[in-house]
């Protein structure tokens, strides 16, 4: 095992082989494997689109979760009402689903996840930000790219990015805080160790 993350009442695996395994509450398809049982009491294995890639990296959300394919792709899967699956629309999926649109030219390598928002690292240092953000939690310009639903005004269903890579540089990354009853992106700039005179530290929390 590489490790595992816990999302509500279920658990996602990352093997050194990039398999991803699960087990736990089944609702929504949020497993991953497709099969409609409420609950899987040992691990099953994730297949479907990650039969043939290799996963490098995990996050999981409340009731979904995000991987990332070694060739930089990133694949969603369960429950989708504020859009955190990112693919463009909100009805759950229970099987791993490309995430496609401008950011499949990206090359992503790490994620991050709160209960229903999420941020992605690219390789050349941009962040990307979806899901919901009915407190401004994916920051000032989200309005702009805001994906409106009828019934979710505050939704964002598709990934934008926050800054491109010469206005911002990511030193660790993204740091997922559990917190509870509420949801924010705090971003700060700290007195920065050379050689990156602009370093700026991103972090995502929930209450």
Known sequence: MIVARVGNSHTQVL???????CFGNNRHGKLGTGSDVDSEFGPQPVAGALSYVRVVHISCGDTHTLVVAETGRMFSWGFNDSGQLGLGHMTSCSTPTLIEGI???????????STVTNAAVTSSNAIWLWGMNGCGQMGPIAQKHQTLFQDHPTANAVPYVLAPAPMLRVRHMLHVHHVRHMHHIHTYAPPPPPPLPHTHNIHMYYY
Request: proline residues 0%.
């Open 15 to 21: 093997t050194q082989t990039g398999r991803v395994w």
């Open 103 to 113: 950011i499949a030219q990206e090359q992503v390598v790490f994620t991050a996840s």
